[in-house]
């Protein structure tokens, strides 16, 4: 053990990040080491990660490939500006990028994350209207317990109250469609619910509202942080029509559904229905390095770069856009996602996997339990007066068993590394299913 796996003495300076800081540097949960689907604690105990992380080490802890092509990248060039100058790897990943999305979504924008990834995406909405004399088209529209993470634009478009309360007025000129969820008739379902195509109409009650003066619609193709809301049967569908229908943009955050989460390269494949542009991070480079991407379709980046006077054509970046270590274990990322067929692994073991989420069907207190490629939500009535009470405490027993879940609310969320065997998914749904009983009363 060295300095890096032993347990810190002082908790105080690092201030967590969606944490109860109080609570949890009370009796902190600590982990030190990672391999394959585990992590393991300070005092060497094994955790089986049925969260991939943050739903974003989508190919396994300490994968060889994309530890190594960090390593030699970091030995070769640490740091090479993207601003004016360019340096061959980050071109590279952009290609590697292009090739796994949807046709015709083959420009792509580097960011370091998810949050910034969306901000990008919804900057690119308006400059493309601006672009193409729609100027009037400002208003930006997200939906109901949708998250885009935390920078203003995410957290405006975003549709998570909690997010938003500490933080004043946000961004102007947000509105926001219906969430789809609607457990009176979806409850229980495998896959795809069937009920709910129609709340995408909404947008056209959003268009009568506010006339042309819409320039995008961002939505998750699936719902990961607000508990798994799964898409109902022909719900993407029609809102793709709704969008066409009013030249509306339509942004797909897929965040958590991309590179193999449901048994493809991104929803827009497994799904069937392509946004015009798609924002991406997490699993992009495994979580090795911190990295988004912004894939944008032909069109778009015609329009605003081959439109725009000799210059820079877009007034956005970061430094860190393309940074070479990202890019190394982008490359690597993908190249072992192909080399491995993981997008394939995990539609193999869907069915499987659904299995043991549905076999929670009847404990106490499970009301639903929904699913999608290696997604699953199993949602508890919460406690008398304390929300959010029983699944944090099904959260520590099972950490305390050795499996990491994740919860909101009272919504417990499975997303498992892609290389999970059957026997890892006995394991976390026999271990869930003893703490939910435990937590019966
Ligand atoms: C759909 C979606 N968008 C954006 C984000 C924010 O990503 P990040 O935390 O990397 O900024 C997340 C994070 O979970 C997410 O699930």
């Not at 004399?133 to 203003?152: D, T």
């Not at 957290?155 to 926001?176: C, E, T, W």
């Not at 009535?381 to 304390?386: A, H, L, M, Q, S």
């Not at 929300?387 to 499996?403: M, N, Q, S, Y």
């Amino acid at each position: 053990m060295n300095e890096i796996t032993t347990r810190p003495n002082d908790l105080d300076a690092f201030w967590m990040p969606f944490t109860a800081n109080r609570s949890y540097k009370s009796g902190p949960r600590l982990l030190a080491r990672a391999e394959g689907m585990h992590y393991y604690t300070p005092e060497g105990r094994q955790i089986l990660d049925a969260t991939s992380g943050l739903w974003c080490v989508n190919a396994g802890h300490g994968r060889r490939e994309i530890v190594e092509a960090i390593q030699r990248q970091a030995a070769v060039m640490d740091f090479a500006p993207t601003f004016q100058m360019g340096h061959p790897i980050a071109f590279q990943a952009a290609a590697k990028v292009a090739a796994i999305t949807p046709a015709g979504l083959d420009r792509v924008f580097f960011t370091n994350s998810g949050s910034e990834s969306a901000d990008t995406a919804l900057k690119i909405a308006l400059a493309y209207q601006r672009a193409r004399g729609q100027a009037q088209r400002v208003r930006l529209i997200g939906r109901e317990r949708g998250y885009h993470g935390v920078g203003f634009g995410g957290m405006s478009v975003g549709g998570i109250g909690g997010n938003r309360k500490q933080f004043g007025a946000l961004l102007p000129y947000v509105d926001h469609l219906p969430h789809t969820h609607a457990p009176e008739r979806n409850a229980f379902s495998r896959g795809q619910p069937a009920h709910g195509a129609h709340f995408a109409d909404a947008l056209d009650g959003l268009v009568a509202l506010h006339g042309d003066t819409i320039a995008a619609v961002m939505v998750e193709p699936l719902a990961g942080s607000t508990g798994v809301l799964v898409p109902p049967q022909g719900y993407l569908e029609r809102l793709r029509a709704a969008c066409d229908r009013h030249g509306i943009l339509l942004i797909f955050d897929e965040v958590i559904t991309g590179f193999g989460r449901l048994g493809a390269n991104f929803a827009a494949e497994r799904l069937g229905v392509v946004p015009d542009i798609l924002t991406m991070a997490k699993g992009l480079t495994n979580a090795a390095v911190p990295m988004g991407a912004v894939a944008v379709h032909e069109d778009i980046y015609q329009a605003i770069v081959e439109g725009a006077p000799a210059g820079i054509e877009l007034f956005h970046g970061y430094t860190y856009s393309g940074h070479p270590l990202a890019a190394a274990a982008a490359i690597a990322a993908i190249d072992l996602q192909a080399a491995e067929d993981l997008p394939g692994r995990a539609r193999a073991l869907e069915g499987y996997f659904a299995d043991g989420a549905h076999s929670l069907k009847g404990l106490p207190n499970v009301t639903d339990v929904r699913n999608l490629g290696l997604v699953a939500g199993i949602e508890l009535t919460p406690r008398e007066g304390k929300p959010a009470d029983r699944a944090v405490r099904v959260f520590h027993r099972c950490f305390d068993a050795g499996v990491l879940v994740r919860t909101t609310a009272d919504i417990v969320a499975l997303s498992p590394p892609l290389i999970a065997e059957r026997g890892d998914v006995d394991r976390m749904f026999g271990v869930l299913e003893e703490a939910i009983r435990a937590e019966a009363a």
